[in-house]
């Protein structure tokens, strides 16, 4: 889950689902639970509507002047007096975590401790069978390149995607398949240019009438005889 509320919203970027997706996400994410910011806090959205591999869902963040654990306390009692369903609290260092369940949804509340009290985000989502889920993106990629984690995004009219890649070809071959399959497909390369920190890596931008591209292909920290693949997508 996240590291800090900064990178969460960072992620919020803007491109592409087609209509009737866009549709079935905005019916389905009306029916979610809109859980209110915690006493003494404030909360803001940070998705209306997003898909995470394939899972609808909403995303806010909090910040309130009650410790992390006194946040969670409240909407532990809050979700259990809405009925008799399962929740679980966890702990995932410097986040604490609590996972509510019932028959039509799941609610992750994730809380920690700051200076003057405490921040977090709330996720709710369906409770849907996996087997139902699809993750699928249209953005172009080479046959060698996985997708591992797919975040779409639908807010306002405006529309992106967050995809994570994995290949087992090297990040300069990779970067010159995708460079080379983007031009195919009607885009301009507006600069490749090699990564500052990761040694091996490039960053592509490339451009289609409105929509954008940023793509950052280096070796993958876990495994280095691999490489990831990360394109953020958006079309304004």
């Known amino acids: 889950m996240p590291m800090n509320i900064l990178t969460i919203t960072a992620l919020v970027l803007t491109t592409l689902l087609a209509p009737a997706q866009a549709e079935r996400l905005v019916r389905t994410t009306q029916t979610l639970p809109d859980l209110a910011a915690p006493p003494q806090g404030t909360a803001q959205w940070i998705a209306r509507r997003m898909r995470m591999n394939g899972l609808p869902m909403t995303l806010k963040a909090f910040e309130s ?63 849907l069978d996996p087997a139902r889920l699809r993750v699928h993106s249209d953005f172009p990629r080479p046959p060698a390149a996985r997708i591992v984690n797919l975040q779409q995004y639908d807010d306002a009219g405006m529309q992106s995607e967050h995809i994570s890649f994995t290949s087992e070809r090297s990040p300069f071959v990779e970067a010159q398949a995708f460079s080379e399959l983007l031009i195919r497909d009607g885009w301009t390369k507006i600069d490749t240019r090699p990564t500052y920190k990761a040694h091996r890596g490039f960053v592509l931008e490339a451009q289609r009438d409105a929509e954008q591209a940023l793509l950052v292909v280096i070796p993958d920290a876990a495994r280095p005889t691999r490489t990831a693949v990360v394109v953020t997508w958006k079309k304004s």
Do not use: K
């Open 65 to 127: 002047r009650l410790s992390a654990d006194a946040v969670l306390a409240h909407y532990e009692s809050q979700l259990r007096s809405s009925g008799s369903h399962e929740t679980r609290r966890s702990m995932s260092s410097p986040w604490q975590v609590l996972m509510f369940r019932s028959h039509d949804h799941f609610v992750t509340v994730h809380a920690r401790t700051v200076s003057g009290g405490s921040e977090g985000t709330i996720l709710v989502s369906p409770a």
